[in-house]
């Protein structure tokens, strides 16, 4: 069972900028789909953005054109780059197989915008 721990996130200001790491444990080569999920207080976990294992990628309507999905296989690690951050895109910001795996859900890393 893959363990998947994210970090990088912070506080910025309107239209700062991070970038997301999601180190896994065990080899990411041979999973098929990874993503990039969130979860603001009150609101459900929402994908952002999915990665294939070809590097075909999907985003969320609201972060395509500021938010980047990456894979290094490499080093076993998924990047998300966002850009142009908004206080919207305030969440605690997972990353997981896609679809998710319950099993695999890790703390997060805790992505605040202020304005």
């Known amino acids: 069972q893959v363990q998947l721990v994210e970090s990088g996130g912070g506080l910025v200001t309107t239209g700062g900028s991070l970038r997301l790491s999601c180190s896994a444990s065990?080899?990411?080569?041979?999973?098929?789909?990874l993503a990039w999920y969130r979860q603001a207080p009150g609101n459900s976990r929402d994908w952002v953005a999915v990665?294939?294992?070809?590097?075909?990628?999907n985003y969320l309507g609201s972060v395509l054109g500021r938010f980047a999905i990456s894979r290094d296989n490499a080093n076993n690690t998924v990047y998300l780059q966002m850009n142009d951050l908004r206080p919207e895109d305030s969440a605690v910001y997972y990353c997981?197989?896609?679809?998710?795996?319950?099993?695999?859900w890790g703390q997060g890393t805790q992505v605040t915008v202020s304005s």
């Open positions: 997981n197989r896609w679809p998710a795996d319950a099993r695999a």
């Open positions: 065990t080899s990411i080569r041979s999973i098929s789909a």
């Open positions: 990665i294939t294992h070809d590097d075909r990628t």
